[in-house]
């Protein structure tokens, strides 16, 4: 039987399949989109990380870097820990969200890879990370309290955990789940002290998710 981590692989490489020489091409952040990124090497494509682990990565690959290229990004790769059936995503179990959504916005086309582990009927199924200013933080978590959601500070008050950012990430829970995650997505926006959330709603245009039965395009790759 397929290890979860084969299947992040088959996911990976059928996403392989969209990349033409010369692209500019958004690289995701995480276990998965790696698989992606060492795909690439030999490849002529420009590339922007979402993150420092990323870049890292694709360098390794022989990738050329850029921060804001000139040009539209083509196409964005980039994993995800839940997905709905209408391809809303709850992002950043990995801390890179901040990016990695900059970069689903500035792509023309957004494409998530992941195993079958990643489905959901209902986005809150986990957490839904929440990247905050350090300014004053614990006053922008009560705000967040105030929206349903208990909160954890990633990484614990003696050694929080930094972003690529220089920022903090809250883990929010939400009893139940999400109702209505577009609502909610605006809720978080307004809070003043939240830089971005892991909330990624009508972003991905399709989903290849990889099961031990074969891999499946869900939404539509074009
Ligand atoms: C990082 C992310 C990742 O895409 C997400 O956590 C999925 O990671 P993995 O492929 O390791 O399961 O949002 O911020």
């Known amino acids: 039987m397929a290890d979860q981590n084969d299947l992040k692989q088959a996911a990976a490489r059928r996403a392989l399949d969209l990349v033409a020489p010369g692209m500019v091409l958004g ?21 922007v990380p979402t993150s420092e682990a990323s870049a890292d ?20 790769v980039d994993g995800a820990d839940e997905i709905d059936p209408e391809l ?32 959901v009927d209902r986005l809150g199924r986990t ?7 350090p300014f004053l933080w614990r006053q922008t978590a009560e705000r967040l309290g105030r929206l349903g959601a208990s909160w954890t500070l990633r990484g614990g008050d003696a050694s929080p ?16 789940g999400l109702d209505d995650p577009e609502r909610m997505a605006a809720d978080l926006k307004a809070v003043s002290g939240v830089l971005e959330h892991g909330l990624f709603l ?21």
Do not use: W
């Open 57 to 76: 990565v694709a360098r390794a690959a022989g990738i050329d870097l850029v921060e804001d290229p000139r040009r539209p990004v083509d196409l964005a």
């Open 27 to 47: 690289l995701g952040t995480g276990t998965t989109i790696r698989f992606f990124i060492e795909g690439l090497a030999g490849l002529r494509v420009t590339a």
């Open 88 to 119: 809303r995503l709850v992002k950043g179990h990995g801390g890179a969200l901040f990016r990695e959504k900059m970069v689903a916005l500035a792509a023309r086309r957004f494409v998530v890879v992941a195993d079958d582990s990643k489905l």
């Open 127 to 133: 957490y839904v990370p929440v990247e905050v200013a």
């Open 202 to 222: 009508g972003l991905a245009r399709g989903a290849i998710v990889a099961a031990a039965t074969g891999v499946r395009v869900l939404g539509t790759l074009d």
């Open 161 to 176: 955990y930094r972003t690529d950012n220089g920022n903090l990430i809250l883990d929010l829970t939400f009893p139940g």
